[in-house]
Each structure stands twice: as structure tokens, then as C-alpha cells.
């Protein structure tokens, strides 16, 4: 079991998604994350398990490498493409309440910017994680947020801005959320954002990179 668990935790760290798939090249015609997922479900091993011990220290590696700066955005996304294709088999475990959801985040673009790739691959990761997540899109305002809010009582909010000018509409959308529901966690990334813009605004917490978000709720 371990090492078949391992071998799944290597792929989404080089970002094998299928046998089909041409990367990475020395891989070619490999099964990949999707195969192994299955093939460990087959031999009995616990979904959780498969989650905890073959998924998510792929991510882990991955985000600590990006971290380091010895991996960027691409291979962020690749490994994460790898673990949602894992997470296709696993789904129906969720889905059909053996395995429960960890929570529910609502997740946008601050107003005015049209960036999502860090969205997107928080998107993806707390997807694989066992959230659930509403995506507002890009050019999110506060009006949409409350709404989302409003609808899901219990979510977590997570804001993202990639530019300096469009980082300080989080400011406003904060205090919109804060008028609107007061006890809403709100946490605020991007790659202007900082620790004590974050503080300054009011947010709950600040995250430099999508990985570490997604780690500080395991």
C-alpha cells in the first residue's frame, strides 16, 4: 500500500495526470495520478487515506518548492491538473457522504482586476482537499461577495489581487463584508499583497502563494 501511495504522491508532484498525457516527457505512455488513484481504490485502500497520504504530500512538495522559488506557476498548475484528475475517483466518496466536506470557501478577484490564475489554483487545490468552492469569477465586488456570503453562512472568503492599484478595492470590499457579516473569515492573497497590508485592511490572515493557503487548513 505504501508504496503504491508514494508512487501516486510522485506524480502529482511532477504533475503526471494520465498514462495519455506527454508530460513529463520521460513519462510518456506512464500510467499517471488518475490510473494509480484507481488502481489503489481497487485494492481496498481507504479514500481518506488515498487524500492524505498519496495527494496531498505531492501538493506539499510542489508548494514548498514553489516556495523556494525552484518551481513556478506552471508546475504549480500541472501538479494541480495531476491531483484533480485523482480527485475525479474520490468524488463520488464525497459526494455520497463517506467522505465529509471540510468546508465551503467563497473565492474571487478583487474588483477591477482580471487575474485568476492564483484563483484558480487555489480553486483547484482546496477543491482536491475536500472544500467546497464557490468561484465569484474576476472583478468581484463587495455587493457579490455579501451575496454569496448571505447564501452560504458558514464559508470562509478568500480574496486575490495580482496589482498594487486593484489590491486596495480589498479594502473596501472588507468593510462591505464586515458591515454586512461580521464574523466572516476573510483571508487576502496575491503577489502585491503582504502580511501587513492584510492587517491593515482587516483581514483574517494573509497567504503569499496558493499552496500555503490551502496547507493552513489541513
Known amino acids: 500500500m505504501s508504496e503504491l501511495l508514494e508512487r501516486l504522491s510522485m506524480l502529482v508532484e511532477v504533475g503526471k495526470i494520465n498514462k495519455v498525457t506527454p508530460y513529463p516527457p520521460e513519462m510518456k505512455d506512464m500510467d499517471g495520478a488518475s490510473e494509480i488513484t484507481q488502481q489503489a481504490l481497487e485494492r481496498g485502500i481507504d479514500p481518506q487515506i488515498i487524500l492524505n497520504d498519496g ?32 480527485m475525479d475517483h474520490l468524488k463520488p466518496f464525497f459526494d455520497g457522504g463517506e467522505m465529509p ?33 464557490i468561484d465569484l469569477g474576476t472583478d468581484v465586488g463587495g455587493d457579490k461577495f455579501v451575496k454569496s456570503v448571505n447564501e452560504h453562512k458558514e464559508a470562509i472568503i478568500g480574496i486575490s489581487a495580482l496589482l498594487t492599484t486593484t489590491m ?23 503577489a502585491a499583497v503582504s502580511k501587513s497590508f492584510s492587517e491593515k485592511i482587516g483581514a483574517d490572515g494573509y497567504f503569499r502563494d496558493p499552496y500555503s493557503f490551502a496547507q493552513s487548513f489541513n
Open 55 to 86: 495527494l496531498m504530500p505531492g501538493m506539499s512538495r510542489i508548494g514548498e518548492k514553489f516556495a523556494r522559488g525552484e518551481a513556478f506557476i506552471p508546475n504549480m498548475l500541472i501538479s494541480a491538473k495531476a491531483m484533480n484528475a485523482a
Open 101 to 133: 466536506s471540510k468546508g465551503t470557501l467563497i473565492i474571487g478577484t478583487v474588483k477591477g482586476d482580471l487575474h485568476d490564475i492564483g484563483k484558480n489554483l487555489v480553486k483547484m487545490i482546496m477543491e482536491g482537499d475536500g472544500w467546497s468552492v
Open 168 to 190: 486596495l478595492n480589498m479594502e473596501e470590499v472588507i468593510t462591505k463584508l464586515r458591515e454586512n457579516n461580521s464574523s466572516t473569515k476573510i483571508f487576502v492573497g496575491g
